[in-house]
């Protein structure tokens, strides 16, 4: 956990303070977008750590860093996962074959049949752990978009891990 005086120091440009505020945001920004933005995830991470270093001064409330934080790397996942897959279609081949069992069991390549925000919303509620009116304030969407976009996405997990 980050101490509020540092998180105010890193406001107001101490760059020691800013340093240690983004090595110690760094592995849990890491961990949210590595499943939401799959091979991308690196990348999605550096994006979202620019994000918080260019608007860290922003934050009313050091003590929501972590929060406010996490909503900004689900917001760069996705958008990077997005603009992956716009780049690079989906190669089947890639696919587990239905009959190869240690394939199968790969969770990334499952995830990787996913869209962008259906893995946004698995992470948020499954790995993070939050309920979905946290999940849906995060994803910016109302309630029931969130609930539904949940079902969809654990229905399409079910469906890509039973092929």
């Known amino acids: ?55 860290l001064r922003g934050l009313e409330n050091p003590a929501a860093l972590f929060g406010w934080a996490r909503a900004i790397a689900v917001r760069e996942a996705v958008r990077v996962a997005r603009r992956g897959q716009r780049q690079q279609p989906a190669e089947l081949p890639e696919v587990p074959a239905a009959d190869d069992p240690q394939l199968a069991v790969d969770v990334q390549d499952v995830l990787r049949r996913l869209t962008p925000e259906h893995r946004a919303v698995l992470v948020l509620r499954d790995l993070e752990g939050m309920d979905e009116q946290a999940a849906a304030a995060v994803l910016d969407v109302p309630a029931g978009t969130a609930k539904s976009r949940l079902h969809r996405a654990r229905a399409s997990f079910r469906k890509a891990w039973r092929s």
């Open 1 to 55: 956990m980050i101490e509020e005086q540092l998180v105010r120091a890193a406001q107001r440009g101490d760059t020691v303070a800013m340093n240690d505020v983004l090595d110690a945001l760094t592995p849990y920004v890491g961990r949210i977008c590595g499943p939401i933005a799959l091979s991308d995830g690196p990348d999605a991470a550096q994006e979202a750590l620019i994000a918080i270093f260019r608007g």
